[in-house]
């Protein structure tokens, strides 16, 4: 039977990444828009590559589960790559938790049961390691079951819909880590990549709209004076997933430019 790869979510960093590491291998794609799930599936198809497409609501376990039935039924899980969620601007405050918080538990958690030599890559972002938590709540959301999250946010101020979402990442950083363990118990990895401002249709419309003053001040500070595009995430991807990459797993890799490295020299007054 053919490996297979997973991709959630057909966004900009989806597709790259997709192309980047699903030739050879049987990709399945899996998004919650069907319409456009459909479109990339027939692009794939017409270029070559064996796919199947799965519509799939990550904040919903159940939906999650008939995607990993499908992956069952098709052969062995080389790579999952989970790029599938929602920025300020796309949904409430409330649904980013649920689709960037909640379904980054939910897809580590429910392919855990076919996992084997797999490697997980979750994209995360920037935003998260800029997540103003203290060490006594990052050890709440850390700890929590999956159906607990909510709840387990506690007293921490979510503030606007930016902030709410920054939280997300950094809940997705720190539940990485902690599937590392379970998976490294089945031989698998996993390991998050935390992009800075991206060129994709996601994050052009973040420029665009309600945080562009915000996000051009940091590409105005970052060490790469540039934007980053959809193959910077997928090469960092494609070496996470390598055998080359064997002894990385549980933690966080930023590929942002040196924004991050930035932001905090100053905060320091450097």
Not at 40 to 57: K, L, N, P, R, S
Not at 142 to 170: P, S
Not at 237 to 244: D, G, I, M, R, T
């Amino acid at each position: 039977m053919p490996q297979v790869v997973v991709v959630t979510g057909v966004g900009g960093m989806g597709v790259a990444c997709a192309r980047r590491i699903g030739a050879g291998r049987h990709l399945v794609l899996a998004d919650f828009d069907g319409a456009k799930l459909a479109a990339v599936v027939d692009e794939f198809t017409a270029d070559g590559f064996t796919v199947t497409g799965q519509t799939t609501d990550v904040s919903d376990r159940a939906s999650v589960d008939a995607l990993v039935a499908v992956v069952r039924d098709l052969g062995p899980l080389r790579t999952l790559v989970h790029t599938a969620g929602l920025s300020p601007t796309q949904a409430t405050a409330e649904r980013v938790l649920e689709v960037d918080m909640l379904g980054t538990d939910h897809v580590l958690n429910a392919f855990l049961d076919v996992v084997d030599g797999t490697v997980a890559v979750c994209i995360a972002s920037m935003a998260g390691s800029m997540a103003n938590l203290s060490p006594e709540q990052e050890r709440r959301l850390t700890a929590a079951a999956t159906d607990g999250l909510i709840d387990a946010l506690g007293d921490i101020e979510l503030g606007d819909f930016g902030a709410t979402y920054g939280v997300a990442k950094r809940v997705n950083q720190l539940r990485v880590e902690k599937a590392a363990v379970a998976w490294g118990a089945r031989g698998g990895r996993v390991v998050s990549i935390s992009p800075g401002i991206i060129s994709t249709p996601m994050g052009r419309q973040e420029l665009d709209e309600g945080a562009g003053e915000q996000m051009q001040g940091m590409l105005d500070l970052s060490p790469v004076p540039r934007i980053g595009t959809a193959e910077d995430i997928a090469a960092a991807v494609q070496w996470l997933a390598s055998p080359e990459a064997s002894f990385v797993s549980g933690c966080d890799l930023r590929v942002d430019g040196g924004v991050v490295a930035a932001i905090h020299g100053l905060m320091a007054g450097g």
